[in-house]
């Protein structure tokens, strides 16, 4: 009997204990989608995803003028990408240099 991949792979993730990495593989590849639709287009560019690890996102900045504006702005980023991705248990996003 065969077994489709899609029914082996989410259990060899968790197995192996890379569900965040996943989750992190995710916000990076859409974090220019998710920062342009939250803020708009000027803020595209100016940040990159770093880490994922407990609910809590880290995210480099272009410069400190750019973690501070983005900062101010955490909560529109972190709604969009809620909408983005709605099984993703994020809670906090730190901006910085």
Known sequence: MLT???K???AKVRQ???EEEL???????GWEEIIENSLGQK???????LKFK???LMVRCRNSVW???LQIKENLVLKETKIK????????????I
Do not use: C, H, Q, Y
């Open 43 to 49: 803020f595209v560019g100016k940040s990159k995803p």
């Open 85 to 96: 991705f709605k099984s993703l248990a994020l809670e906090r996003i730190k901006f910085m």
């Open 4 to 6: 489709s991949i899609g």
């Open 54 to 56: 407990n609910k809590f």
């Open 23 to 29: 989750r992190f593989k995710k916000i990076k590849d």
């Open 8 to 10: 082996i792979l989410p």
């Open 16 to 18: 192996l204990g890379m």
């Open 67 to 69: 973690a501070n504006e």
